[in-house]
């Protein structure tokens, strides 16, 4: 009895460590740092000769600085990807900070190829994410200095500054470079719009509403 429960636990470590590794898998070198000059096509950038690489490609400053909220949703991300750290390419890993004003909200958005992992450092977060069909169950919480969340990945999320004075997060990707859906955006500002019929439809409202919605999102 112990030695089957012990063999399904060790079966179900290796199917576990197997999704585990089903995104940004080990690099096969030290560093692969990203080379935007070459026109290689690959899953992620082609290396830089390792003997070129400087200390340069694995630094960023600036981190401290806050972000710009004056835009209409009083948000600012400053992220810290393989565009602004060459090094990063292939590992797997980045960061953000995200400066919001007061009231200032981040909209509901996917990554659609990683989680995050976020901590306030400064104000208070209401933050959420959304489960997928048929559920659709808002997870939700409001976030204090040293709070940390997650966001599973693909999962539509949002956070809202409901603080008195400016907040301040930090967030992490695993990935070199985060995707970005933004819901409505996405939805309702393609480029080569989804026709009205189609969102009047799909939202239950007049077509004069939808182009209310394109007009602004
Ligand atoms: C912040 O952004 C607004 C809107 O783009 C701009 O008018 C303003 O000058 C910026 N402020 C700073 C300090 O850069």
Redesign the pocket.
């Known amino acids: 009895m112990v030695k089957t429960i012990l063999f399904l636990c060790f079966v179900a470590l290796v199917i576990c460590s197997h999704v585990a590794f089903a995104f940004d898998s080990a690099p096969l070198q030290d560093f692969c740092v990203a080379d935007f000059k070459s026109s290689a096509r690959i899953n992620g950038l082609a290396c830089k000769k390792p003997e070129s690489v400087k200390a340069k490609d694995f630094f960023f400053r600036g981190l401290h600085l806050a972000g710009?909220?004056?835009?209409i949703f009083g948000v600012k991300g400053t992220p810290v990807a393989v565009d602004q750290i060459p090094g990063l390419n292939t590992l797997g890993i980045s960061m953000v900070r995200v400066d919001y004003a007061p009231r200032g909200i981040n909209p509901p958005h996917t990554h659609p190829r990683n989680t995050e992992i976020l901590t306030v450092v400064e104000g208070s977060l209401l933050v959420g994410f959304v489960t997928s069909n048929p559920e659709n169950r808002l997870i939700s919480k409001v976030l204090d200095k040293g709070d940390v969340f997650v966001f599973p990945v693909g999962l539509v999320h949002f956070q809202r500054n409901v603080g008195l004075g400016n907040a301040v997060a930090i967030g992490a990707w695993n990935t070199q470079y985060p995707g970005v859906i933004t819901t409505a955006s996405n939805v309702f500002r393609s480029n080569t719009p989804i026709a009205d019929e189609v969102l009047a439809k799909a939202f239950q409202v007049d077509q004069s509403i939808v182009d209310l919605i394109k007009s602004k999102v």
Not at 68 to 71: C, L
């Open positions: 710009n909220t004056t835009n």
